[in-house]
C-alpha cells in the first residue's frame, strides 16, 4: 500500500486547523502551535500542518511562495456542505462549483490561510 499524509507548512497552525476543521469537518489529532495532524471521521490521515520555520525543515524554512506549485485536492463524499461551510467561512472562492470537463468530477477551488490552492472535488452531483 502506498499513501500520502501531505504536510503544509502555514504560519498559524492553529488558526490553520480550525480552518480546515471548519471546512472539512476533519478532527484534530495532535494540536499545537508548531505542527497538528488532521484526520477523518475514520482516523485517516487527510492533512498536517507544520509551523514555517520550526524544527529545521530544509522545505519549511521559507514562506516566500507558499503555495506555489501545489494543489491541495480532497474527494469527498458530499461536496454540497463542504461548499456551504466555505461560504459560511467567507472562503476567499477560485471557482464556484462546476463539472471539471477533464476529471468529469464536480468541483470548486478556494484558497487557504496561507494562500494555498484548494479543490474540492466530488464524483457525485450532490
Same mark, same amino acid.
Given at each position: 500500500m502506498?499513501?500520502?499524509?501531505?504536510?503544509?507548512?502555514?504560519?498559524?497552525?492553529?488558526?490553520?486547523?480550525?480552518?480546515?476543521?471548519?471546512l472539512?469537518?476533519?478532527?484534530?489529532? &495532535?494540536?499545537?502551535? #508548531?505542527?497538528e495532524? /488532521?484526520?477523518?471521521?475514520?482516523?485517516?490521515?487527510?492533512?498536517? /500542518?507544520?509551523?514555517?520555520?520550526?524544527?529545521e &525543515?530544509?522545505? /519549511?524554512?521559507?514562506?516566500?511562495?507558499?503555495?506555489?506549485? /501545489?494543489?491541495?485536492?480532497?474527494?469527498?463524499d458530499?461536496?454540497?456542505?463542504?461548499?456551504?461551510?466555505?461560504i459560511?467561512m467567507?472562503?476567499?472562492?477560485?471557482s464556484?462549483?462546476?463539472?471539471?470537463?477533464?476529471?468529469?468530477?464536480?468541483?470548486?477551488?478556494?484558497?487557504?490561510?496561507?494562500?494555498?490552492?484548494?479543490?474540492?472535488?466530488?464524483?457525485? #452531483?450532490?
Amino acid at each position: 500500500m502506498i499513501r500520502t499524509e501531505p504536510i503544509i507548512a502555514v504560519a498559524n497552525v492553529e488558526k490553520s486547523s480550525e480552518f480546515y476543521q471548519k471546512l472539512l469537518g476533519c478532527i484534530s489529532k &495532535h494540536g499545537g502551535t #508548531t505542527f497538528e495532524i /488532521l484526520t477523518d471521521e475514520n482516523d485517516e490521515h487527510i492533512l498536517s /500542518l507544520h509551523k514555517w520555520g520550526a524544527h529545521e &525543515h530544509p522545505t /519549511l524554512i521559507n514562506s516566500k511562495n507558499s503555495g506555489n506549485g /501545489l494543489i491541495l485536492y480532497f474527494l469527498v463524499d458530499s461536496i454540497t456542505p463542504i461548499w456551504e461551510n466555505a461560504i459560511a467561512m467567507n472562503a476567499q472562492i477560485e471557482s464556484e462549483p462546476k463539472i471539471n470537463p477533464n476529471s468529469r468530477r464536480l468541483e470548486f477551488s478556494i484558497r487557504d490561510l496561507d494562500n494555498y490552492y484548494i479543490s474540492v472535488c466530488s464524483e457525485k #452531483t450532490d
